[in-house]
């Protein structure tokens, strides 16, 4: 008894020359905060296959598997580049504001040791990887049917480096938004505006399909799996993005579903009064645009900010998808443009509209809607700079990198292919046979 | 000897092979088929895109009857696959020259 007196004692003594010594204020591993966030980039990788079947459904039945082979070649190849130079592009020392140095190439220093905050460093590179691999998926989604395989191989590790990670620096990694206090909880301009301007170029890279090519979806049920897993992953996506395991992440957690389920909600409302019936495509494209939109804004803006920016996104989006895309008359064959770039953008702006102190504390900022100040006309300017800058950016880079790959491996696909279907003109190997005993024999 | 083909709505194959069933009529060639006739086809809606199907699923029933059985035979299966609506299908009406039974060789009204 005595002897345990003693050793309180002793701890006591050295707690309180610890805390004057400042050695408390040390950051140490956070279990709690480092399971959630390697729980969440577990639901965030997921949502990759869950974005192959929400894509894969929705293509033609010809090209089903060479979208789903394109999204996950995404994860087959940023989840090298990113552990090589994706990390530190993005998150290494900061060079100008823009980018970042190449100090932890290959991982270089970092061992299990190594913190981010409370979580381990390895965790948070793996979070970051997850989201980096998910923001190439989304770009393809615009080229169905046309693109050469060899184009994609060499496309996305030119993009990864030259626009996500530089992106990803300024927003997250020390760069000038961040710096300004542009608002991007968990990447509506870093992951949804800039895959949609790089789908925006390669698609007018691309040209058109033919007529004759483009069909209905091949598989409804399919994009609804597709959706829902989607759904599912989203919320690793944003209440992870508070990085710790605390009352803000749930808060997260909780305004991104009412986003999702209020746009989807909203999107075939739209469509019951502007086509005569919901579908369920509908429904699944409305989900996905109020996850889209709520994505900036998850950690910022409380329970009606997420209802009206969720009702914004669905009315928003399938405008853009039904009406804009026909006017301007790109062919964006899985409306990437429609759903990522116009969602993304009505977020970021919205963000600036609902954020409140309500939910970041005096060191945030109410947004114009919330104290109608000065403060808030402010931050909405900063977001209106970053969703600009962003699109200007990623589209002109993006132009560049098309010029690149047209002039090595050829950027479209042959005629023939296109027409033959890519899944047997480019793989040899078709989604579906529904062929009887008589039709065909394995050699 | 008649042949009677009857394009009808897929969901009707059950109810008309009941009817005919009935009827006695001992053998039938059922075919999954697509077209169209004065209908057109139907329009679906993608994301707001239209996308007309000009070729619907039907389902094709071949019965060879007795030329006294015919009239009872359509009557059954009109009966039985109309809804009223357009796109219910129509029934076509031949000659038959001979039907031979493959096991036995027989021939005429005795195969059917």
């Known amino acids: 008894m005595r002897k345990f007196s003693y050793i309180s004692i002793l701890m006591m003594v050295f707690m309180v020359v610890a805390s004057q010594t400042g050695w408390a204020d040390e950051a140490t591993l956070d279990t709690g905060d480092n399971a959630w966030i390697l729980t969440s980039s577990a639901l965030v990788l997921l949502m990759t296959p869950g974005l192959a079947f929400f894509y894969g459904g929705m293509c033609s039945v010809k090209n089903i598997n060479n979208m789903i082979m394109m999204v996950f070649l995404c994860m087959a190849i940023i989840s090298v580049q990113w552990v090589f130079w994706g990390y530190t592009l993005s998150f290494g020392t900061d060079h100008g504001s823009f980018i970042g140095g190449l100090g932890m190439a290959g991982l270089r220093g970092i061992t299990p040791d190594s913190l981010s905050g409370t979580l381990s460093e390895y965790t948070f590179v793996a979070f970051q990887a997850t989201f980096a691999i998910i923001t190439l998926g989304l770009i393809l989604g615009a080229v169905e049917g046309r693109m050469r395989f060899s184009a994609c191989m060499l496309f996305i590790p030119l993009w990864a480096t030259a626009c996500y990670d530089p992106v990803c620096h300024w927003v997250w990694g020390g760069g000038w938004c961040g710096n300004m206090g542009i608002l991007d909880f968990a990447g509506g301009t870093v992951v949804h505006i800039n895959s949609a301007a790089a789908a925006l170029a390669l698609c007018l890279f691309l040209g058109k399909r033919k007529k004759s090519n483009i069909r209905p979806p091949a598989n409804v049920p399919m994009i609804a799996l597709g959706a829902g897993l989607l759904w599912f992953g989203w919320f690793g996506f944003n209440a992870g993005s508070e990085l710790a395991a605390d009352g803000r992440a749930a808060f997260a957690w909780v305004i991104t579903n009412t986003a999702a389920a209020t746009a989807a909600f909203t999107w075939i409302v739209c469509e019951w009064i502007h086509r005569g019936k919901p579908t369920l495509l509908g429904m699944a494209s409305g989900a996905v645009a109020g996850l889209v939109c709520i994505t900036p804004a998850a950690g910022f803006v409380g329970p009606l900010g997420a209802v009206q920016m969720g009702i914004m996104a669905g009315v928003g989006c399938y405008f853009a998808c039904v009406k804009m895309k026909a006017a301007i008359g790109y062919d964006d064959a899985l409306d990437v443009v429609g759903v990522h770039g116009v969602g993304g953008t009505i977020g970021a702006f919205a963000t600036g509209l609902y954020c409140t102190k309500f939910v970041t504390g005096p060191d945030g900022v109410d947004g114009l809607f919330i104290g109608w100040s000065a403060e808030g006309f402010n931050q909405l300017g900063l977001q209106c700079v970053g969703f600009l800058a962003t699109w200007a950016y990623a589209f002109a880079v993006t132009c560049i990198i098309c010029f690149i790959v047209k002039y090595t491996t050829g950027l479209r696909t042959t005629e023939e292919a296109e027409d033959k279907g890519l899944d047997l003109a480019l793989h040899a190997e078709a989604a579906y046979h529904f062929e009887t005993e008589s039709t065909g024999t394995l050699k | ?112």
């Open chain 2, 1 to 112: 000897m008649k042949r009677v083909e009857a394009i009808i709505r897929d969901e009707k194959l059950s109810g008309a092979k009941e009817a005919l069933k009935a009827l006695g009529v001992a053998g039938m060639t059922v075919t999954e088929v697509k077209g169209h006739g004065t209908q057109k086809g139907v329009t679906e809606v993608y994301r707001g895109r239209q996308y007309s199907v000009d070729l619907l699923a039907k389902i094709k029933i071949e019965a060879v009857v007795d030329d006294n059985d015919v009239k009872k035979v359509t009557d059954a299966i009109c009966e039985v696959a109309r809804t009223g609506s357009i796109g219910d299908g129509k029934i076509f009406i031949s000659n038959i020259e001979d039907c031979i039974r493959i096991r036995t060789g027989e021939s005429g009204a005795k195969a059917i």
